[in-house]
Structures are given as C-alpha cells and as structure tokens.
C-alpha cells in the first residue's frame, strides 16, 4: 500500500509518500512527479519520513527523472528516508545521483542556497 | 528447518510474501536492515516471475522456503512459468538506462547486489532459484 | 469621359446651328418643318453628357482638398466670363455697325454663351455635390440621389418648354426641388476640415462663385438694357434649380465658415496636437533614435503650450547629460535653472503612480528673469527618471490645466517610444548574439565526434558540456587498427567563439596527424609545428595524447600541459593521477619543444578505469571558493570503480553540480570514462 499525498507550500512542491512503493504502487508514485513535473514545478521535495519499502519498482522511478531534473534544473530532493530504504537506494549508487537530505529542514536549506 | 510460504501469483498479494519472511528472518535475529535486503531481493524475483514467468496468470503457485545455514539464509523459490534464467541474464549497464529514463531493468541487478551465490535449476516446466545470503546471525 | 465632351461639344453645335437655321428660316418665311422639341432635346442631351464629364473629373481630384476643388470652380467661371466678357466687348466694338444687328450672330454669341454658363453650372454643381457628401451618412445619400434624380428628370421636363412664369407644374416642381436644396444646403461638414488660412481663401473664392452666379443668371435671364426685376421666360427647369442650388450652398457656406472663422485657431490647435500625438507615438516604428523621439516631443509639446523656449536634459550615469535645446542657449539653460532652484512660487503635482519624488511635474512662476513661467516634466522610461523636459513661457501663469495634460499625454508617450526603442535595440543586439552563439555552438557540437571508436576490450563514454554557450574543450578517438585505437582530450585557453575556432583548427591538426600511426611524442611534436603556425600568439592547446593497444594491454600517452590523467587500478582498489611532465602546444614555437615532451606507457588489467577530463571539472569552485579537487576526484573514482562508464560520468557530474551548488558552471568541462574489460 502506498499514499501519496500532495502539499503545495510557499515556494516549492511538498510531496508525502507514506507505506511501501512495491512492483505494483509504484505507479502512484510515478503518476504524482510526472504531474509535478508536467505543472513545471521548479522545486520539488519529497518526503519519505513514512516510506518503509522500497522496491526496484520504486527506484526505477526515481531514477527515470534523473536525466530530467538535471536538464530542466529542477530542485528535486529526497528527505527523510529510513536507513534500510537508503540502503536500497545505495545499492546502485542512486544515491549519487538524487539529492537526498536527512529531514525537511535540511532540504528547505538546500532549497534556499541554491 | 525449512519454512515454506506459497505466493498467490499476483503483485498485489507479494506484501503478504514480504511480511512473512520480515517476520521468519526477525525470528533468527537478523538485523533490520540485513533483512530488508533480503526481502528486497525475494520480492525482485517474484515480482519478476509473476510479471514475465507468468504473465498475469493467477492459478499457478510460487512457492519460497527459507532454509537457515549456519553460515547465513538460502531461499529458494520454485514456479512453474517460463524459465527465466538470472544467472546468465545479461545485465543493462545502469548508465545508459539512466540517459534513456528507463523505469525497469534493475530489478535483477538488485538482486545480484544483495546476493551472495545464485543459482538456478530449469526442469521440465519447474524452475528452482536458490538464493543465499551470508549473515551473521545476532544473539 | 473624353467622348461625352466631345459628343457635348457636336450637340451645342447643332443647337446652333438649328438655331441659326431657324432663324433664317423666319426671316425667308420658310418652314424647315423642324419642330421646337428637337433643339430642346439636343440641349438636354448636351447637359447630360456635361453632367457626366464633370462626375468622372471631379472624382479624380483628392478628397479632402476643399480650396482646390473651390479653385477649380472659380477657374471655370473665371473662364467662362473671360468669354462671355470678350463677347460683350466685341460685341460693343462693333455696336452700330450692321454686323452689330446681325441676328445670326447675336443668336450664335448666346448660344455660345449658354453652353459655357451650363458647363460653369453643371461643374459647380458636381463640386457642391462632393462638399456635401463629405463624411455622409446613409440617410444623406439617400436624399442627395433624390435630388440629383429630380434634377436629371428636370433636363427632362425641359423638353415640354413650359416656363416658369405661365405653368403652374413648374412652379410646383421648382418650389419642390428649391426646398430639397435648401435642406441639402445643411451639410456643411468639410468646413471645420478647413485651417484659418483656408478659410479665407475659401470665403475669396465662393464670394467670387457668388458674383459669377448673378451675372450669369442675369446673363441669361434678364433682356438688355433691363435691371433684373423684369425677367426673361424661364424655360429651363433645369438650369433655374441648378442655380438656386447653387446660390443657397455658396451663401450658405459663405456664411457658415464666416462664423467658423473665430473658433478656427483652437479646433486647429486640437488637431495639431493629435497629429504630433500620432508623430509621437508612430516615430518609433520609423526607425527613429531616442534622440529624435526627444526632438520630436520638445517640438511637440513647445507648440501645443505655445512656449516661448523650452529644452529637454537627458541624463545617464557614465556620461555628461545630453541637451536638447529650442531657442535657448545653454548659458541660458543655466540661468533658468538657477533661477528655479531658488523659486518660491511652486505648484508640485504629485504622480499618482508614484511615489518618487523624481517623478512629480512642477509648475514655476520665476519674477526676474525673461520667463516667468517653467513648467517641468520628468521624462520616466521603465520607471526610471532619465531626465526632465523644461517648457519655458514669457508670460506668468503660461500654463493652464488643458496644456498641463497634453504635455503629460505626449511625455508618457514619449516614454513609452523611447522603451520600445530600447527594447527593440536590445532584443535586436540579443538576437543577434544569439543566432551567433547558435551557430557557432552547431559548429562545435559537429566537431566533436558522435561515435567514440573502440573495440570489447573497453568501454568508453564522454560528457560535455559549454559555459558560454561555445566552448573549446575538445576530444576526439580515431581507430588505428582494430586494437590500436588514439585518444586525445584537450582544451584550448579562452572561452566562447575564438576558443571554439581554435578547437576546429586542432581537430584538423589531429585528424590528418593521426593517420600516420605516429607516437605519441612525434603526435605531440608535430601539432606544436602546426599549431605554432596557425595559432595568434597568445593562444595556446593543452592536450593528452593516448595510444591505447589492446592487444598488448598497454596505453601510452603523452602530456602537453593538459590536466593529470586519473586512473584507476582494480587490483590495488586505487585511483591516481599521472604526474609527467608536459608543455601546452603553442607556447613554445620552436624545434626545443621536444624537449619538454615525457612518453609513459603502463600496462592494463582488468577493471581498470582511464578518466579523462578538462580542468573546468578539476578547478570548478563553489562559494567558498574550494576547488572541486585531485583528491575528491580521487576518492569519488575509487568509490564509484565497479560502475560503468556512464555510470561513473553522471556520479561525477553529479557530485561536481552538488558540490558547487549550481548547475551553470564557469568554464567548459569535459570528462571522458574509459574502463577495461
């Protein structure tokens, strides 16, 4: 089971994704960053405090914007992921890749030095 | 001895799958994120024997069972779909997928990753995969 | 057109002669059994042919141009008169002669006489007809054709020879049309189109138009020797309506633009304020320069006030400010400007969209100088004050609240002008550096290759990427043989356009060096000669040249003071540079070069990992003005070892935008991965 939940704050795009993002959800999760996207959100920030599995599903999400959010110069940020879930995410070095803050304060610094 | 677990062959059904062998690998005092690992890379398989072995087709069972070594986990998964051979599957290089905004393809890498030994046995129209995995098991 | 006169002419000379015939037939008492309708047909014919000669003629002439069509009228009648005059003098010449009392000759002289009048009155009447339906309406026209179709009927009635005097129809039809051309006789508008000047020549001309009328309405109509109380038959409904017509329209008009006189100046003054308005607003589509958008509103904006000087000051940061100046002197400009410094008597009017204090309009009253009254406007172009215009009057209180408006219509216009101009300079300037950049990067892109050669004992991928749109980064493969493949990766000193023409002169030094199979020292050797040749002084390449042999596992290289290669060594789990020495090509330009050039070859295994770059990787800083660095390139390589090449590229790309926090970096970077199977 995976929610999502969308929040827009002041400058940025907050979106919440809580449960597990599985070979079969993690088509929610694909449907709410291709719309942020789509929308031309210049800053996006994603909070997985609540995600508490990954699978290749999930990741091959995250990693098909890659290539996007560089071109288009998109302020994409991943916070708040639990340390088994980052691990997955370290398996392939996307972690390299994403830019990937502890919390939501972190991520909003990040915002605002760039 | 080997604890066993039959898998309705559909996506929706795996987080039962992956529950149950969070709960079995808890029981042996495997750490968190060791045991997310391994389910991670159980559910790969699986995801991928419903989606390709069988497309969509719900009537024939995957079965896993969880055999604990002294030296660590092995899981072995037996369908009876089309045989699909990760052992000698060539893997997509990550970088091209990337440039090309690919959304599939790691699924396997994954579980070569996480894995320790792979190995997998076609008979007929059964196919076995064993997976294991070195753990240090906590007290 | 030509051919009505024509027949017009013929006609009129049958009448005559009918006429004449006629008349000597009276005298011979013969009976030439003519009867009185024909003359009278042939005269209608005439009128109408007339009529429509005069409709194509007039049509031609420009409307709107109310004096020449009044001249026009006033030429025709001056002409007419002139003839009939002659006649009259000629005719006097010879009074008591017996030629005198020749009848044929009376006869043919009016005749004559008439022909002309009727060509003055159908001429006029065309003339009256294109004055009323200026500016028409639906309703006007409509009742115009029905005037005009009960005066063409009206030629027609002619033929039944009533005349007015004795038949009770044509009174009835005379009364009726006269009454159609008093109503038509309203319709005035052309007048206000006319200025003060036009005006008087327009009232000289009718007045004479008037005059023509009575003397040749006398002319036809009164006998000789008779004052006009005692009239001759009218028998020509036509004719007597047309004068009628034309009587009211010209007293009318008279009189109209009589009292229009006094009221002229102010309409004209509107106009000519709307139509500098329209100069104002129109000046930047003409290509004209800030300059002359200022000329043009000083100009403007002086005569809509009636100021007696009046300059504009223009003023920018970097240079003196600009002047533009009316009948004063700069001397002078000085000294008002003094003067209104210390002026007591202000009246400040307040922008309402703004709060600056720059952009409110003063009113001055000065007590010593030539001019009493300043009136001052801030000129503002994207909200920016960039100057002030000053309107000078001899008089106090020269500036009344209408004038105060105008100026600041034709000031916000001006604004406006001098905006689009700027705008369009800029967008005109950017689209050219544009289409420059563009083709110059196209150029680029094209030089650097799009399949990088190699065989299965490695892999290999490239990433690049320009700071100022063209860079002068550069690198390039070329396949020797089927296991002997050269790599090059350079980078020429500059940026942007003369950096990437360089890169293209170097891709031709290595594409032609290449094909001799040389070592890398030779390589290197070589492209100095070249290079030394054809690059301007101050520019010089750094390089690396690679020989890579798969089949002997070796690479050697070369450096011509390009950044240290990075290598990877899968068995020690240790990345590091290769620190041999080199020299830039092109900055020693003679045979000692050789000198400075050190040749390496190591042996791969596999796994091993060659990562070529440019210093915009090695040297991008971030805001605290940290280098990105050997050591971090170092660690990220070890760390990132077991990925492939692109893998490896966009984990270092990566961590290079997130370590300088931004994605436009200074300078061109390049990285090039190669990894051994």
Redesign the interface.
């Known amino acids: 089971m995976l929610t999502i939940d969308k929040q827009n704050e002041n400058h940025f795009l907050l979106i919440h994704v809580s449960g597990e993002a599985d070979a079969s959800s993690s088509i929610h999760l694909d449907k709410a960053i291709r719309d942020a996207m789509d929308e031309g959100m210049p800053q996006i920030l994603i909070d997985c405090t609540n995600l508490n599995y990954i699978s290749s599903a999930g990741l091959g999400v995250f990693m098909s914007y890659i290539e996007e959010i560089n071109q288009k110069s998109i302020s994409f940020i991943i916070f708040g992921l639990s340390e088994k879930v980052l691990k997955v995410f370290g398996i392939l070095g996307l972690d390299q890749l994403l830019t990937i803050k502890k919390d939501k304060e972190e991520a909003i610094e990040t915002l605002n030095a760039v | 001895m080997p604890y066993s677990f039959n898998i309705p062959s559909s996506?929706?059904q795996?987080?039962l799958m992956?529950k149950y062998v969070t709960e079995v690998l808890a029981d042996h005092h495997v750490s968190?994120?060791e045991t997310?690992?391994m389910?991670?890379a159980v559910?790969?398989v699986c995801?991928n024997i419903?989606?390709h072995g069988h497309a969509g087709k719900d009537f024939e069972k995957v079965s896993l069972s969880i055999d604990f070594k002294t030296e660590g986990v092995q899981f072995e998964i037996i369908d009876y779909g089309h045989a699909f051979d990760i052992v000698n599957y060539e893997e997509p290089?990550?970088?091209?997928?990337?440039?090309n905004?690919?959304?599939?393809?790691?699924?396997i890498?994954?579980v070569k990753?996480?894995m320790d030994s792979i190995e997998f046995q076609s008979t007929q129209n059964k196919n076995v995969l064993r997976l294991f995995k070195k753990v240090t098991f906590e007290d | 057109m030509r051919l009505s006169l024509v027949l017009a002419v013929l006609l009129w000379l049958i009448v005559i002669l009918i006429d004449v015939l006629q008349l000597l037939a009276i005298r011979s008492d013969l009976d030439l059994g003519i009867r009185a309708e024909i003359p009278r047909l042939i005269e209608a014919l005439f009128y109408v042919f007339i009529v429509i000669y005069y409709r194509f003629k007039i049509s031609n002439v420009e409307s709107g141009n109310f004096v020449d069509l009044l001249w026009r009228v006033f030429a025709t009648g001056l002409v007419t008169t002139i003839i009939s005059l002659i006649f009259r003098l000629f005719y006097s010449s010879i009074d008591g002669t017996a030629l005198a009392n020749n009848e044929f000759l009376i006869t043919a002289l009016y005749d004559i006489n008439k022909a002309l009048i009727s060509v003055f009155l159908i001429s006029t009447f065309t003339v009256w007809k294109r004055l009323i339906l200026y500016q028409k309406s639906k309703r006007l026209v409509f009742y115009w054709n029905t005037f005009e179709a009960g005066l063409m009927l009206s030629i027609l009635f002619n033929l039944t020879g009533y005349n007015l005097q004795s038949h009770l129809w044509f009174q009835i039809l005379f009364v009726a049309l006269g009454g159609m051309s008093i109503v038509l006789s309203g319709n005035l508008k052309w007048v206000a189109y006319l200025n003060f000047k036009q005006k008087w020549k327009s009232i000289l001309l009718i007045l004479l138009i008037i005059i023509y009328i009575f003397y040749f309405f006398s002319y036809l109509y009164t006998p000789p020797e008779e004052s006009l109380a005692f009239l001759q038959d009218i028998d020509s409904l036509f004719l007597i309506v047309l004068f009628t017509f034309l009587t009211f329209y010209s007293i009318f008009s008279l009189l109209v633009i009589l009292f229009n006189l006094p009221t002229s100046s102010v309409f004209e003054q509107k106009m000519e304020e709307a139509i500098n308005f329209q100069r104002l607003s129109q000046s930047i589509q003409q290509g004209e320069n800030e300059d002359e958008i200022f000329d043009v509103l000083l100009t403007s904006s002086m005569s809509a006030v009636y100021a007696d000087a009046g300059w504009i000051e223009i003023n920018s940061h970097d240079k003196e400010s600009k002047f533009i100046a009316k009948h004063i002197s700069r001397e002078k400009i000085n000294q008002v400007k003094e003067h209104t410094h210390r002026a007591k008597s202000r009246t400040v009017m307040k922008n309402p969209f703004s709060s600056d204090k720059d952009s409110e309009r003063v009113l001055i009253t000065l007590k010593k100088s030539t001019y009493r009254s300043v009136f001052i406007v801030p000129i503002t172009v994207k909200s920016n004050v960039v100057g002030f215009m000053y309107l000078l009057n001899e008089v106090t209180d020269g500036f009344n609240k209408e004038m105060i408006n105008i100026i600041n219509t034709f000031a916000s216009q001006a604004s406006v002008s001098v905006e689009n101009f700027r705008l369009m300079g800029e967008a005109i300037e950017n689209e050219r550096y544009k289409e420059e950049l563009n083709i110059a990067k196209s150029v680029q892109r094209a030089l650097l290759p799009e399949q990088l050669d190699h065989n299965d004992a490695f892999q290999i991928h490239a990433f690049t990427e320009a700071a100022a749109e063209v860079g002068g980064d550069y690198y390039d493969t070329f396949k020797l043989s089927d296991t002997k493949f050269a790599i090059v990766i350079g980078d020429v000193s500059g940026k942007g356009t003369s950096a990437a023409f360089h890169m293209s002169q170097m891709k031709g030094i290595f594409q032609s060096l290449v094909q001799l199979d040389l070592s890398p020292k030779e390589f290197l050797i070589h492209a100095n000669t070249a290079l030394s040749k054809c690059l301007e002084r101050t520019s010089f390449i750094t390089l690396t040249y690679y020989i890579i042999d798969t089949e002997k596992r070796e690479i050697e290289y070369a450096r011509a003071g390009h950044c240290p290669t990075l290598y990877y060594d899968k068995q020690k789990k240790e990345a590091d540079f290769f620190q041999n020495k080199g020299l830039g090509l092109g900055i020693m330009r003679n045979d000692s070069y050789k000198n400075f050039i050190e040749v390496n070859k190591i042996s791969f295994n596999k796994e091993d990992i060659l990562v070529l770059y440019t210093d915009g990787i090695s040297e991008a800083t971030n805001s605290e003005k940290d280098e990105f660095g050997f050591e971090r390139m170092k660690s990220l390589l070890e760390k990132n070892a077991h990925y492939d090449p692109v893998m490896i590229q966009k984990v270092f790309i990566s961590k290079l935008y997130e370590f300088c926090e931004r994605k436009d970096l200074d300078d061109d970077y390049t990285i090039v991965v190669i990894k051994f199977k």
């Open positions: 996506k929706n795996l987080r992956r968190e994120i997310n690992m389910v991670l559910d790969e995801a419903i989606i290089i990550i970088g091209e997928l990337i440039k905004k690919n959304k599939g393809g790691i699924g890498m994954l990753k996480i």
